[in-house]
C-alpha cells in the first residue's frame, strides 16, 4: 500500500510538472484548449519516458507506464480544470463590474453645431444623444488596427532573446530536449529495417540525429544568451546587478564546451565507421575467403570478418573446391 501510494506521488508530480510547462507553451497560442491540450500531451511525454526507461534491453513497456500515471493526470487534470474554470468566472465578474461601474460622460448641450453633416443625411442613423447611456456604457471599445496576437512564435521570440531568461534558460532546454526526443523517436522508425545489420540506414540516421540535435542546441544556446544579454540591460537601467545572466551565460559556454566534447569523441569516429563499412568495404579489415570442406559440410573463412560476409555466404554458396573472395 505505502508503495502503491509513493508511486501515485512521483506520477502525480511529474504530471504536474510536465502539464505546468506545457501549459505555459501552449496558453501562448490558445486560451480555449489549454487544458486539454496540456493534459494530453503531459500524459503522452510521461508515457513515452517511463516505456522506453522499463526496456532495459527489451521492447518498451508502454502499457504499464500508462498505468502508472493515468490517475495521477487525471487528478492533475481535474486540479487545472477547476482552476481555469474559477479563473474566467473571476475574469468576467470583474469585466462587468468594470462596464457597470463605468462613469458616465458628461453631457453637453446640443446645438445645431454640434450636429455631424452626416447626421443630417442619414435620418435613419441615431446620434449621440439618442443612444441610451446605458448602452454606451457597455459598448465594447473599437478594436485597434494590427494582430490580435503579435510576437506570438515562441521559435522566434527566443531566437531573438524576447524571452524571460527563467523561461529561457529552463523552460527551453525542456521544450527542446522533448522535441529532440520525438524527432529521435520519429527518425528510428523511419530507417527501422528487417533485414538485419545494414550500416548505411545506421549512418544517415546518425548523421539526421545529430543535425536535429545540432540545430535545436544551437537555437536553445543562441537564445538564452541574447535572453540573459537583455536581462542585464535591463538589470543596468535600474542601476542592479545582474548575477543571473553572467551565470548563465557561464552555464551556456560550459554546455557547448561539453556538446563539442561528446561531439568529437562519439558521433565522429562512429560515422567515420559508419561510413567506411557501409561505402567502402570496411579497408581496415583484410578482405575474406571462403571455401567449402568436408563435401560441402564445413566452410572455411579466411581473412577479415566484416559486414557482407553473411549476406554472402547466403546467396553465393560455394561448393567444394570454389573460393569466393571479396
Same mark, same amino acid.
Given at each position: ?12 508530480? *511529474? ?5 505546468? %510547462?506545457?501549459?505555459? *507553451? ?18 503522452? %511525454?510521461?508515457?513515452?519516458?517511463? @516505456? ?17 500515471? #493515468? ?27 468594470? #462596464? ?15 450636429? +455631424? ?36 512564435? &515562441? &521559435? ?14 529552463? @523552460?527551453? #532546454? ?7 526526443? !520525438?524527432? &529521435? ?10 533485414? @538485419?545489420?545494414?550500416?548505411?540506414? *545506421? !549512418? ?59 561531439? %568529437? ?33 564445413? *566452410?572455411? &573463412?579466411?581473412?577479415? %570478418? +566484416?559486414?557482407?560476409?553473411? #549476406? ?15
Amino acid at each position: 500500500m505505502a508503495f502503491l501510494f509513493e508511486q501515485f506521488i512521483g506520477g502525480f508530480l *511529474i504530471a504536474l510538472v510536465l502539464t505546468t %510547462i506545457i501549459s505555459a *507553451i501552449v496558453g501562448r497560442f490558445t486560451t480555449s484548449s489549454r487544458v486539454f491540450i496540456a493534459n494530453g500531451l503531459s500524459l503522452i %511525454i510521461a508515457t513515452l519516458l517511463s @516505456g522506453l526507461g522499463r526496456a532495459d534491453g527489451n521492447d518498451p513497456d508502454f502499457v504499464s507506464a500508462f498505468g502508472d500515471y #493515468a490517475l495521477p493526470q487525471l487528478v492533475v487534470f481535474a486540479i487545472d480544470f477547476l482552476r481555469s474554470r474559477g479563473a474566467a468566472a473571476r475574469r468576467r465578474s470583474k469585466a462587468e463590474s468594470m #462596464a457597470f461601474n463605468r462613469p458616465d460622460p458628461p453631457m453637453s448641450d446640443a446645438t445645431p453645431a454640434d450636429v +455631424k453633416p452626416g447626421a443630417l443625411s442619414n435620418p435613419a442613423a441615431p446620434s449621440d444623444l439618442e443612444i441610451d447611456p446605458q448602452q454606451r456604457m457597455l459598448a465594447p471599445p473599437a478594436a485597434q488596427a494590427g494582430p490580435a496576437h503579435p510576437g506570438r512564435n &515562441i &521559435i522566434a521570440r527566443h531566437w531573438r532573446g524576447e524571452l524571460r531568461l527563467g523561461w529561457s534558460f529552463w @523552460g527551453i #532546454a525542456v521544450l527542446g530536449n522533448i522535441v529532440a526526443l !520525438f524527432t &529521435i523517436l520519429a527518425l528510428n522508425l523511419i530507417f527501422s529495417t528487417d533485414t @538485419g545489420y545494414d550500416p548505411a540506414p *545506421i !549512418f544517415w540516421l546518425n548523421v539526421l540525429t545529430w543535425l536535429v540535435v545540432t540545430l535545436i542546441a544551437i537555437w536553445q544556446v543562441v537564445g538564452t544568451w541574447r535572453s540573459a544579454t537583455h536581462h542585464a540591460e535591463r538589470r543596468a537601467a535600474l542601476n542592479r546587478g545582474a548575477f543571473w545572466s553572467r551565470a548563465a551565460k557561464v552555464s551556456l559556454g560550459l554546455g557547448v564546451l561539453r556538446f563539442l566534447s561528446d561531439l %568529437i569523441n562519439g558521433p565522429a569516429p562512429q560515422l567515420a565507421e559508419l561510413y567506411d563499412m557501409a561505402w567502402r568495404g570496411d579497408s581496415r579489415l583484410p578482405a575474406y575467403s571462403l571455401r567449402a570442406m568436408r563435401d560441402g559440410t564445413e *566452410i572455411e &573463412i579466411e581473412g577479415g %570478418i +566484416k559486414f557482407g560476409l553473411a #549476406a554472402d555466404f547466403t546467396w553465393r554458396r560455394p561448393i567444394d573446391g570454389d573460393t569466393t573472395s571479396q
